[in-house]
């Protein structure tokens, strides 16, 4: 089924074109959460809502963009919004502990992205870590890019950028990330 | 000092090599796929949050007119509060005034048992 015809299936809330849009951008949608997000269940949440927000607004679609690109969108939208729930949370934790309410404690372990070579884990985990440093825009750009294999054109029809825009703000996460990454290793090595 | 001088080069190439290595993991990284039953608990995530939408209740759904109503309730019990108020105040007065009328009849003034002074 071609997008236009899914869309207007979508819109007469058919569930069998819904049905086919899940199975058809399922494993996309949660690849680039889990990319952002880096954990496996709030990706599965994330994705999740990523797709009861497309049910809901799927009115408003307007075709100016692809399908796609306006999936992808609401998926970096959606995994932003889940970033900053989960850093509000760890203050409110950070300041009950403060008080001497301990709480649970919370295991910050290392992200393993399933994706990745066996012999790159302990690097790919260090680079997640950087990248979870990143600003927002550029870790979006980045992850986008390395993560669900977006070419920069494409980048720029998710962000709303030029293309020069994009570059930039991949030249910048490269150049942040080496400095993150740097701080890192010089750090392990003196312990 | 040579010593101390080749090593901490040997550590600097080090640490440039781990960068560069680190930059590059993720080369060649494999898409992960969304869990096994995604779609059904999807669904169950959406019977769920899409419910109250429907239904005589579904306009409470909407936030707005969620306040709207919780204001009106608010209003009216504070306007309830003002009026019973000023009701019972006036109930004041009058048990007041009930209660100086019997006691203007029965104790007020001693003239009128005067005579009872005579004997």
Redesign the interface.
Known sequence: MDDSQLILDLQNRSETAF?EL??AY??????TC?GLVQN?ED??EC??DV??EI??SVDKFRGDSKLSTWIYRIATTKSLELIRKRKRQKRFAFLKSISGDQGEEVQLAGFN?????LE?KE??Q??FQ?IAQLPENQRVAFTLH????LPYQEICEVLDLSLSSVESLMFRA?KN??KL??NY??NN?KT | MVNNAKIKDMRHLDTEEKINKAMDSLEGLGKAEAPPFFYTRLEAKMEQELAPTRGALAFLSNPKWSVALLSLFMILNVGSIFLISGESSGEVVEEAATLESFGEEYFSSSDMYGYQNDF
Do not use: M, S, T, W
Request: charged share 30%.
């Open positions: 049905r899940v199975a399922k494993d996309r949608v949660y690849n889990l496996e990706a599965e994705a999740q797709f009861i049910y809901r992205h399933p994706g990745v070579i790159q690097h790919a260090a680079l950087a390395k993560v669900e294999g490269r990330l080496q990454l740097k290793y010089e090595l």
